[in-house]
């Protein structure tokens, strides 16, 4: 056998359901050497991480010169470059880093009063500012040579990278999304393949990072001057929301986990498990079993063995693993793959599922999960090998030809779960109803943007679990995942998976910046850079057994025009082949005089203010709409709300939450009855008044009896 690469797995998840059928989901693979460190995972506290450096672009060279210099071997870096460089974290944006590098100061906190004003906003400073280097070097281990490979699961905006002094593109089958060697968008991943290289070498990786083409202005409106939506798969509120001020670089750099990879010739990409024929009441279902290869051998045709197996996964009740033994192999399949060749599919037989442990969202049972593993192994084809690719399971002469082979090409374990989700438009309510194993499902939930401005913790697994658990504490089954905001990292996934917690996950458009409000219903301008990222998430996704559903983004109408017909079709084709039975919705919120629940989810949202108490018992308190023309109260016949994805927050941070981003003095500095001589630092944090009002004022006064100040009703308070 000829020498191959050894490794086990880094732990993912995986899973999905939805309109009846469920899929179960082996995602992307993370290999480990057993040996030393053939993997260096920059997030990942356990493994052993590259060392990066930030290293400013000089305006002396060329940008390629740069990158040659920074990524070669033999080759020392010009003062003017040297001199500019600091240690970096990655995942970590360039903002991010700056700010942990002491440039603003050392005790700078962009969240304390108003610092974040003090540092000039890439509108003003231009793009060149943000211009960044992040280099990296490797070793690798000295007892096997092995193929080595760049992961970017994401970047902001586009990127650019050399290796050993050489520029390099991006695989063409990673992701499988249109022109894929065009590394744009944020919410992407990209795989660079850097070669076969030999036991001991040592090696050097640069990636600059570009900000965003069109980053706009941050003018305190909803994503600024709406520019920023122009660029398409991006976080529009890192343009400045009404809850948030703009981020100054817009997030721009390596935000999300790297990787880099060393495997044997051949490699798994995205497999999918897929349960079909569930039966909730018999507890049984149909597995289909599938993976994609890569050969990076291109000199050689390699012959390649596939083994699977999967087993119930054990969980503490904090969501954590108790089980760490490897998954035996229970299912073998064989294939040839050409030198070279990308995307090869490679199936299972139907495999069935007795006695199945069933996923729930927390609130009705027990979120179970499964452990699935798959190795692959192989090795040059000889001339007389009869390898064409058939399946034969369980196969004593496949399974014998696997156990020769000592090392290892790639393996991958990762967690599934087995559900069925059902999705109805419910007469009775006038809206969507989702049915989980049979069961009707009451959905109370919560909106997530993201867990930091910054991004700081995107790749944090126990972040996530931590601050879904909290969702969990309270008694929420489902996370709103805004279009507004960003597409959650698998680790947020993970903890949801491992929680029972579903997700609603919205794409990248909103009504405020795409034509509806504000902005124009032809952008994004790069439609094929935006479905790329689709597809690739859907991608990333389908393992998820809580993902529930996809919007195609937020409060955008009307759905005739927003999202454009033409992307909207491209979605929804993208959705068909990559996770064909996901269930997908066009809008968050249309409107009451043309609502279809088949295509949004409520004809309205809100509403924002606070409210006296008693609008609390009413239908629909507090929302305001056009009938049979005049603006009335939302309680007339048939003003149905049977979904509604977002409300406003009537509560109030406790005076020592204050006092981690304002000073005591401002803290203390209370605004006064009626909510007159606010603060400037409480407008900079974006305060909202303590008097009710209602959503169309102008239109229709609130009632008297419910204009109440909420806290000077009780009098002034004592110690302000």
């Known amino acids: 056998m000829p020498r191959a690469w050894r ?16 899929f179960l989901v082996c995602p992307a693979v993370h290999a480990r ?28 060279m060329s940008e390629n010169e740069q990158g040659v210099m920074h990524s070669s071997v033999d080759q020392q870096l010009p003062k003017h470059l040297g001199a500019n460089c600091f240690r970096a974290v990655v995942p970590g944006t360039i903002f991010a880093n700056l700010v942990r590098h002491g440039t603003y100061g050392d005790d700078f906190d962009p969240y304390f009063e108003t610092n974040l004003a003090s540092v000039p906003d890439i509108n003003t400073t231009g793009p060149e500012e943000w211009l960044y280097f992040y280099k990296t070097t490797f070793e690798v281990d000295e007892s096997v040579d092995a193929h080595a490979l760049l992961e970017l699961r994401s970047v902001n905006y586009d990127a650019a990278v050399w290796f050993d002094g050489q520029r390099v593109v991006p695989s063409a089958a990673f992701p499988a ?91 798994l990409q995205d497999p999918f498990v897929r349960a079909v024929d569930i039966d ?25 063995i596939v083994g699977m197996g999967f087993e119930p996964a054990e969980q503490d009740s904090a969501g954590g693993d108790q089980d760490g033994g490897d998954v035996d192999l229970q299912y073998f399949t064989s294939v040839r793959v050409e030198a070279g060749a990308t995307g090869v599919d490679v199936e299972f037989p139907d495999i069935a599922l007795e006695d199945a442990q069933l996923w729930y969202p927390h609130t009705h049972g027990t979120p179970a999960l499964y452990r699935c593993r798959i190795v692959v192994v192989s090795e040059v084809c000889q001339q007389s090998e009869q390898q064409q690719g058939s399946l034969r399971v369980d196969g004593e002469e496949l399974r014998t030809s696997f156990g020769e082979f000592e090392d290892v090409d790639d393996e991958a374990e990762v967690h599934f779960g087995v559900r069925k989700i059902e999705p109805i438009v419910n007469t009775t309510l006038g809206g969507l ?22 991004m700081r913790f995107a790749a944090d697994p126990q972040r996530a679990l931590a601050e879904v658990g909290l969702h969990r504490a309270m008694g929420l089954n489902l996370i709103r995942v805004w279009g507004g905001g960003i597409t959650e990292r698998p680790e947020f996934f993970d903890a949801c998976d491992k929680l029972g917690v579903f997700v609603f996950q919205e794409f990248w458009m909103t009504g405020d910046n795409n034509g509806r409000w504000a902005g124009s219903y032809d952008w994004p301008l790069n439609y094929t850079t935006y479905i790329g990222a689709v597809r690739d998430t859907m991608l990333m996704h389908r393992n998820h057994p809580s993902l529930l559903f996809y919007d195609a983004g937020n409060e955008l109408y009307p759905t005739s025009k927003s999202p454009p017909p033409q992307l909207l079709a491209s979605m929804q084709d993208q959705l068909a082949e990559v996770s064909p039975d996901t269930f997908f919705i066009v809008s968050s919120m249309t409107n009451s005089t043309d609502f279809n629940p088949s295509r949004s989810l409520a004809p309205r949202d809100g509403p924002y203010t606070i409210m006296a108490e008693e609008q609390f018992y009413e239908r629909n308190p507090n929302l305001w709409d056009w009938h049979d023309g005049s603006v009335v109260r939302f309680d007339y016949p048939g003003a149905d709300m049977p979904f509604q994805p977002e409300i406003g927050s009537v509560s109030h941070p406790v005076w020592r939450s204050l006092l981690n ?3 005591a003095d401002s803290a203390a500095s209370f605004p006064g009855p009626g909510d007159t001589n606010v603060h400037p630092t409480w407008t900079y944090h974006k305060f909202i008044g303590f008097t009710p009002k209602n959503e169309t004022p102008a239109a229709t006064p609130v009632p008297a009896r419910l204009v109440t100040d909420h806290i000077y009703q009780y009098g002034a308070p004592a110690n302000t």
Not at 50 to 55: A, G, I, S, Y
């Open 280 to 304: 909730t009441d018999a507890r049984t279902a149909t597995l289909q079993v599938s993976t994609s290869v890569n050969n990076r051998d291109d000199a050689e045709e390699r012959c390649a």
């Open 7 to 22: 490794g086990v797995v880094a732990r993912s998840t995986a899973m999905l359901a939805i309109c009846g059928i469920a």
């Open 33 to 60: 050497s057993e040996k030393s460190s053939l993997v260096h995972d920059a997030a990942v506290p356990d493994a052993v991480d590259l060392k990066w450096r930030l290293c400013k672009v000089s305006s002396e």
């Open 177 to 267: 999304a249109p022109n894929p060697s065009d590394v744009e968008g944020m919410f992407r991943r990209f795989q660079f393949p850097l070669g076969l290289q030999t036991a001991g070498s040592k090696h050097k990786i640069a990636v600059l990072a570009h900000p965003p083409p069109n980053p706009g202005s941050c003018n305190g409106g909803q994503g600024g001057s709406h520019d920023l939506a122009k660029d398409g798969p991006i976080s529009q509120f890192a343009a400045g929301w009404d809850w948030i001020q703009g981020t100054p670089d817009r997030n721009t750099g390596l935000w999300d986990k790297v990787t880099l990879r060393l495997t044997g010739a051949v490699q």
């Open 433 to 454: 109803q989702f049915n989980v194993n049979g069961q009707p499902t009451f959905l109370n939930g919560g909106n997530w943007i993201a867990t930091d401005q910054l």
């Open 661 to 663: 981003f304002m000073t």
